[in-house]
């Protein structure tokens, strides 16, 4: 019918209608434009005109009374608001708690309060289930705002650490460190929260959104993380005389490893470890500040060869969200034992990995390895020796439920639910267990002050590309309102090398201009966090200053990074023997810090070509780098 109308209107001629308000809509064939009626013609308005369909014209609403009627002008497009998911169900105090945790963070299941950790609307079938606060964080990135002290996150994951050793072997201590948070993130009161003359194995995580500005980058991240562990009170145990091991501390450091949670870099390697490790230990914890990447690693090793088989099957993931304190109580998944034969089967398959080139692997597997690629700077492929042999599916056959005459429709039945998997006895009577704790909230933290939407934009997801500004005396630069460094004195110019959230806008400007800048635009567009304007601002502490003063080694290498809290550093970079007097702003009730030596001393060399009349260089991304991977028919080196 469509088709019929545009040969008759072809025929016949253009047809003019009232197009809709501010815009007038061409559904219709048209001619080449000219002058005369039935060409393009201009109105006397000015617009052009244009063919329409009357029939799909919406007709003109009644202007308001006492007001003109709009001119024509472009439709505006409203940002669609988004719906504010609440909290449903109703209710029941009356129902006792149900004794099963949530398959997600690992909270008690209740319907007695919406608002409180473990909330769900039922006590039926609620194996696998998760309560409402994962739901709405996995499928509506609304975060609940859950009052749950740090005493309570302590004693929770004391009590775990202390509790009676199993097998005759105490727990080894799986003690997560968030790479780009370093110190903070090497918690103080960790050694008492470990019981005396435990082991613990400290991993660096996020690796992978830094870049790396020198051949043995990851080298010296390890010896910075030695350094912070140090200062706690956790050190490695010293080989005596007569090869005996002493411990220089109650707890004894086994190990360092450089991971990433996310993109599998260096876990295949740590879970090696852990198996070489299985006579000498007994349970495993998995324990560190919030947003370190628990939780995320308590997935990847799910889907490994450390755990069994059926677990994958049998245990749900852990909820994964920036927000802080996701994971409310423990997560578990049992260990599965590494005899000689699932060594040597495991060894065979990393081996046949190792060989092979980006081509030779699967289209699913090349997609997910382009995405990682986009993500992270080092990525690694972890993979499965031991899978669960999943039996042939039986079909049912029922003659009765197929069977219909010519006058009845043909009715097929819904699908059955699956089955759950679920453990024997026998297979769990004397397995090992590996349990994800609650991180442990950090004091003093920006974090703490943003909101769900903020801490998006101020936690980095993907790598990190850092930028560079050359600054002279009297200039300022703001990273958001979160931040501010004044150069308030110096002999020449110097390199700011901003290492943070790629969404975190960076802004430089004079010393004049700072405080009014600040003023007009905090909780705005240009600073873009804190956002919400005014209202936001009045609520958000105000940014104290804080008296820097460097000496410069060389425009190659960075003296120092002044470290803003959790939302990022800047590594300066001056001149030899140029005395910088800066002052850095964090707000209140959050810490400042200046870390020597810097993380990446060398970060002024990763930048572009500088912008032309601007402060500012263009920004450089490092190429990534794919473990156990072929590349060009040779095997490609691994950073050390």
């Not at 409402?132 to 990135?141: D, I, S, Y």
Request: hydrophobic share 35%.
């Amino acid at each position: 019918a469509r088709r019929k109308a545009l040969a008759s209107l072809a025929l016949l001629g253009p047809v003019w209608g009232p197009g809709p308000p501010g815009r007038r809509r061409c559904l219709g064939p048209g001619s080449p434009r000219g002058r005369g009626q039935g060409s393009g013609a201009a109105e006397p308005g000015g617009e052009e005109e244009q063919f329409v369909f009357p029939e799909y014209v919406p007709e003109p609403g009644p202007a308001p009374a006492g007001e003109p009627p709009a001119a024509p002008s472009g439709p505006e497009r409203r940002p669609r608001e988004k719906r504010q998911h609440r909290v449903t169900g109703r209710p029941d105090p009356s129902v006792p708690p149900s004794g099963v945790s949530c398959s997600g963070c690992g909270a008690e299941l209740h319907c007695r309060d919406p608002g409180a950790l473990g909330s769900s609307e039922a006590h039926r079938a609620l194996q696998g289930v998760v309560c409402q606060r994962c739901w709405l964080l996995v499928h509506h990135q609304q975060a609940l705002h859950m009052q749950v002290s740090r005493e309570q996150y302590r004693n929770l994951v004391s009590a775990a650490l202390r509790s009676p050793p199993r097998h005759g072997r105490r727990p080894l201590v799986l003690y997560m460190v968030d790479m780009l948070d370093l110190p903070d993130s090497v918690l103080q009161d960790l050694p008492q929260l470990v019981d005396a003359g435990s082991n613990i194995l400290v991993v660096g995580n996020k690796v992978d959104l830094l870049p790396g500005d020198s051949p043995d980058y990851l080298n010296r991240f390890r010896k910075q993380l030695l350094r912070s562990c140090a200062r706690v009170g956790i050190l490695p145990a010293v080989q005596g005389t007569g090869g005996q091991v002493g411990r220089t501390a109650s707890q004894n450091l086994v190990d360092v490893h450089l991971i990433s949670a996310k993109t599998g870099y260096g876990v295949e390697e740590l879970i090696s470890k852990l198996q070489h490790s299985w006579k000498c230990n007994g349970d495993v914890y998995l324990v560190g500040a919030t947003n370190s990447g628990k939780s995320t690693l308590f997935n990847t090793l799910l889907q490994s060869d450390y755990c069994k088989s059926k677990a994958p099957e049998v245990i749900n993931r852990a909820t994964i969200s920036p927000w802080p304190g996701t994971t409310l109580n423990l997560l578990k998944f049992p260990i599965i034992n590494p005899t000689s034969d699932r060594l040597f089967r495991r060894q065979e398959r990393l081996k046949a990995d190792a060989e092979k080139t980006e081509e030779q692997l699967s289209d699913d597997e090349q997609k997910y390895l382009k995405c990682l690629k986009k993500q992270g700077y080092l990525i690694g492929r972890v993979g499965r020796t031991f899978q669960q042999q999943k039996s042939k599916a039986v079909i049912d056959f029922d003659p009765d439920e197929l069977s219909f005459n010519m006058e009845e429709e043909p009715v097929f039945s819904s699908n059955k639910p699956k089955e759950r998997v679920e453990f024997t006895y026998n297979e769990l009577k004397d397995a090992r267990w590996f349990f994800d704790t609650p991180g442990i909230v950090k004091e003093n933290c920006v974090l703490n002050l943003l909101t769900e939407k903020e801490v998006k934009l101020v936690l980095p997801t993907h790598a990190i590309v850092p930028r560079t500004f050359v600054l002279k005396p009297g200039m300022v630069l703001f990273l958001g309102a979160l931040g501010r460094i004044d150069y308030v004195q110096g002999a020449k110019s110097s390199w700011f090398s901003v290492v943070a959230s790629n969404l975190l806008p960076v802004h430089v400007t004079t010393l004049e201009k700072a405080d009014s800048i600040y003023q007009k635009h905090a909780g705005k567009t240009l600073l873009k966090v804190p956002m919400g304007g005014e209202e936001r601002m009045k609520e958000f502490p105000p940014l104290i200053p804080q008296e820097i003063t460097l000496e410069g080694i060389g425009t190659l290498e960075a003296v120092a990074d002044i470290k803003l809290s959790s939302a990022g550093w800047v590594a300066v970079t001056a001149h030899l023997e140029d005395k910088l007097q800066l002052r850095a702003y964090t707000p209140e009730g959050t810490t400042l810090m200046i870390r020597k030596p810097p993380l990446l001393p060398h970060i002024v060399g990763i930048k572009g070509n500088r912008i032309r009349r601007s402060a500012s260089y263009r920004t450089k991304k490092p190429p990534p780098l794919v473990e156990n991977l072929k590349a060009n028919g040779t095997n490609k080196k691994k950073c050390i």
